[in-house]
């Protein structure tokens, strides 16, 4: 070309020709032969050149694709022409600033635009904030004359593959600027885009594990807000998304092995790119039943294989859209919580998923449920159960009582009360009636005092407050009932308790637990080495001084403890009754209050006339009455006359006890030693008062008769000495 300019150079000093330089070829090809023909010198020369001139600029324009059609439009031609001098001087310039004025005169073009933007525009984005600054990057002159649309989508992703050093790096800003351009200009071929975002190990692959889905939601994010990519065009991008989200969940991601931040960010984007692809606040949705998955090689069989029972979920529609992001929200909720994941949620989706590994995961959620968070923690527990409990009465059952249960435990019985009057949450009263009845033992069995207002005891009374709530209903089955009033019972015996110092280890309080287990030898209860609820009167009575004053609180407590025991082993309503007053009498002989003692035997004498129960097996204490001595009478003369008097009235007990006993089977005859503790008491008196011979004498035969012949004393003889003898020495006047 050099050699060709010097030779116009002298061939126009030698003619003196003026050369218009702005003509085209054809027309420099045509002054060439008209100045030969003119007698020009060297004619044959100068041909060949123009010739050889010819031939290098159409060899030039077909190494730049450049070539005229006259078909063609002039914009055409010319788009052509710029698009092979853009070419051509690529090869000395990467800094498209150097040449834009070559693009003014068919930017208006509306074939220019897409080859403009999608070539020349991203490589400039590409050259000035990656290719400029990193060695061995493509030059644009090797990026123009690139073949293959995935040769060039290769070098412009690149840099995504690599740690962004610049917000101009960022997915967001390289896809808008570089990639869609690109794309668009290849007809919205997504095919390599697919590959890149779905399958390359460069993102799939990268960490931390929310990476990827970070990638996923500002690519797709950049691609709806592209004015030139329309829904249809980026619908298989939407698909990849949704199977590989399905995919990666079910296949790669164990989420017991990812940071908890990690899984919950997962969520986040995925749910945010969700928002993108559908707007719209309802859409028809279809429940997921999943049965067993197969293992697939690759995510392109997972994606392709028409018998994957989640291929639905992949369809590019709003309805997999809105399956998808349902699973999401209840995962985000639930993970926190009881670490839900997106495989687990298809687990528990599938029909033959077992009650228990509901159950289970309904105790994760709700297992430490409080005051505080019961709200919170309530209603992700109604979440899952509108997600997963099928409409199944024992299922149902079950997880409405894990529910309550846990509540119940946590000592929410407000919540539990106004959660079984819904119709969500109302469980079969029996059942209803086994949790609250697990939860009063559990708390009535590990109370530290018998204080009602604290502690585990006062949870035992609150679950009273919600038996009584269901205990008039019809359908509760009679033993539970029953097992109302007892514990009603129990409790009233507790409160009567209260009003006494009771300790059965030194320095501890008694506990609600030690009144069950330790005095339960009565009715079913009944065992062997155990003590009875009379033993526990008995203590009260030993370690309350004067205690034996209150008999109607310790007959409301024997009374109440025997109806909680069931106690049907005696017949005779009198028995404990007798019992008690037997064992009052005998502590207020120990703090000598004989008068009490001697009272009270009465009472039982008379009560006895009336009623005609069994003293029998109190004798003992009628005797311990008759034998009572008072520690003052040792030491003290002054004591004597009271003395008479206390004689002259175990007299008296001994005489009417003769009456009432018979043979007791544990001794040959309890009567005699009745009978000899009258004579010593008889004895004394007589030696206090003289008595005449025959009265000494009749006395001293019938005693022997008496003695002879014990089980026919009569009523004649009672009388005697109770009457007959005490007028003689004058003991109606003492009484």
């Keep these: 070309m050099g050699f060709l300019a010097e030779l116009l150079n002298a061939f126009v000093r030698d003619v003196d020709i003026s050369i218009d330089f702005d003509m085209d070829l054809e027309e420099f090809s045509n002054w060439i032969i008209n100045a030969t023909n003119s007698g020009l010198p060297n004619d044959a020369s100068l041909r060949k050149t123009a010739y050889d001139l010819n031939a290098e600029c159409n060899s030039q324009a077909f190494c730049l694709s450049f070539s005229e059609n006259d078909s063609a439009s002039p914009e055409t031609i010319e788009l052509k022409f710029i698009q092979a001098k853009t070419l051509q001087i690529a090869k000395y310039f990467n800094d498209i600033h150097a040449f834009s004025g070559l693009f003014k005169e068919v930017h208006s073009y509306t074939t220019f635009l897409p080859w403009f933007k999608g070539l020349v525009e991203s490589y400039r984005y590409y050259w000035v904030n990656y290719g400029s600054l990193n060695a061995g990057s493509v030059n644009f002159d090797q990026f123009l004359r690139l073949d293959s649309y995935s040769d060039q989508f290769d070098i412009m992703i690149e840099p995504l593959n690599k740690d962004a050093y610049s917000d101009k790096l960022s997915v967001s800003n390289w896809f808008k600027n570089v990639i869609l351009p690109l794309i668009n200009y290849n007809n919205n071929n997504f095919g390599p885009l697919l590959n890149w975002l779905f399958l390359e190990e460069t993102v799939v692959l990268s960490q931390p594990a929310s990476r990827k889905y970070d990638i996923w939601n500002k690519a797709l994010k950049a691609i709806i807000e592209y004015p030139s990519i329309g829904f249809n065009d980026f619908k298989d991008v939407i698909s990849y998304f949704l199977a590989s989200c399905y995919y990666f969940a079910l296949y790669h991601e164990n989420s017991d092995r990812i940071l908890t931040s990690e899984v919950i960010k997962k969520y986040d984007l995925i749910k945010d790119t969700l928002a993108l692809l559908w707007t719209e606040k309802e859409a028809p949705s279809f429940d997921i039943q999943v049965s067993e998955l197969p293992a697939y090689a690759s995510f392109i069989e997972f994606l392709k294989t028409e018998s994957n029972p989640l291929r639905p979920l992949f369809e590019p529609t709003g309805s997999s859209i809105v399956a998808l992001s349902e699973i999401i929200d209840t995962c985000q909720s639930l993970y926190p919580i009881n670490k839900l994941s997106i495989a687990r949620y298809l687990e528990l989706k599938n029909p033959s998923s077992a009650h228990d590994d509901k159950g289970k995961e309904v105790r994760k959620i709700i297992a430490n449920v409080n005051p505080g968070n019961y709200n919170s923690l309530l209603s992700s527990a109604k979440l899952f159960y509108g997600k997963f409990v099928e409409d199944n009465d024992v299922e149902k059952t079950k997880v409405k009582e894990i529910v309550l249960e846990r509540l119940l435990f946590a000592n929410l019985f407000e919540v539990v009360s106004e959660l079984y009057s819904t119709p969500e949450f109302r469980l079969p009263v029996n059942n209803y009636y086994t949790l609250i009845s697990d939860k009063f033992w559990d708390s009535f069995n590990n109370s530290s005092s018998l204080n009602e207002k604290i502690g585990r005891f006062k949870d035992a009374n609150n679950c009273v407050n919600l038996f009584d709530s269901i205990s008039a209903d019809p359908e509760l089955e009679p033993e539970n009932k029953d097992q109302i009033i007892r514990i009603k019972h129990l409790l009233k015996a507790i409160f009567n308790i209260k009003n006494f110092k009771l300790s059965l280890e030194k ?229």
């Design 507 to 735: 320095g501890k309080p008694f506990t609600p637990f030690q009144l069950v287990d330790k005095f339960r030898n009565v009715g079913q209860f009944a065992v062997g080495e155990k003590s009875t609820p009379l033993d526990l009167i008995t203590i009260i009575l030993e370690q309350n001084a004067k205690s034996y004053l209150a008999f109607e609180k310790l007959y409301k407590i024997l009374n109440d403890l025997l109806l909680f025991f069931e106690d049907g082993t005696h017949e005779s309503d009198t028995h404990y009754f007798n019992k008690l007053k037997s064992a009052c009498i005998e502590s207020s002989l120990v703090a000598n209050d004989f008068q009490f003692a001697y009272a009270q035997s009465m009472g039982l004498f008379d009560h006895y006339v009336k009623s005609d129960s069994n003293l029998n097996d109190i004798w003992l204490t009628f005797y311990q009455v008759g034998k009572y001595v008072s520690p003052l009478w040792f030491d003290d003369d002054s004591y004597q006359e009271e003395r008479i008097q206390i004689l002259c009235k175990q007299r008296e007990i001994l005489s009417r006890t003769i009456q009432i006993i018979q043979p007791n089977s544990l001794t040959s005859d309890n009567s005699k030693v009745i009978l000899s503790q009258w004579e010593r008491v008889n004895s004394q008196i007589e030696e206090h008062y003289t008595m005449t011979d025959n009265l000494g004498y009749m006395a001293n035969e019938l005693i022997s008769d008496a003695t002879a012949t014990t089980n026919k004393t009569s009523e004649k003889l009672s009388n005697l000495f109770v009457s007959g003898l005490g007028w003689a020495i004058g003991a109606n006047q003492q009484q």
